[in-house]
Every structure is written in structure tokens, then in C-alpha cells.
């Protein structure tokens, strides 16, 4: 049932990346991050946290963190909290030190897909 559920979640998400690419840059905004783009950590984020400008379909948005490996690592979205539609967050599995490419997407309250990329470091241990 949830395997279905996210299925259509994905197939729907894929249907919307076809039909309104060239929407794809203006809609939903990340205003906040956590890490924040650039920043270099000293210890590995617990979560990967997004605020966006506007209401977004948590159930139909995804974020995955590239490492130094290369391969993406999908993670679970967790709801934000009730009452901050606005918001999307990730716990993350501890991450080794290196650079790290978060890739967003999302659908907006307003039925378009935005998706974007900010970068960490976790800088070595000392
Ligand atoms: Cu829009």
C-alpha cells in the first residue's frame, strides 16, 4: 500500500518534470537551509533541513545528499512539523568527512515541480 502510494507518488512527480520543465526555476524558493549552502561542518548534519517560500507537497517531494563516493543517497523525508507546510526535512546516516551535493525537489502548493542543489563540507576531525 505505501509502495503503491509512493509509485504513484513518483510516477506523478514524473508526469509534472514532463509537462512543465520550463516552470521548473521560479516557483517554490528555498529561503533557509540547514547546513546552509557552502557551509563547512565540523560533525556531520543529523538532518537535512529545508524552508521553502510557499506550501509544498511533502509526499510528492524528495531530498538526496551525493558524497564523496558519487552515489546519491536517497533519504526518508520526514513530514515537518505540523503546522510548517512550508518545510521539508531528512534525518541523514552519519557521513564520513568530504563534500557533499544535497539535491531538492519539490512540488508546490501551486502544482509546479523546483528542484535545486547546495553544497556542505564536513570538514575532517581534528
Ligand atoms: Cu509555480
Known sequence: ???RRALAA?????ALAIW??????AHALVL??????????RAAPARIFLRFNSRIEQALSGITVTGPGGRPIPLPVVGAPEGAPNE???PVPTLPPGRYLVRWKVLSADGHVTQGALRF???PGP
Open 88 to 90: 521539508l526535512s531528512a
Open 20 to 25: 512543465f520543465p520550463r516552470l521548473a526555476d
Open 32 to 41: 533557509e537551509s540547514s547546513p546552509r549552502a557552502d557551509e563547512v561542518l
Open 1 to 3: 500500500m505505501l509502495l
Open 10 to 14: 513518483g510516477l506523478v512527480l514524473a
Open 121 to 123: 563540507t564536513v570538514a
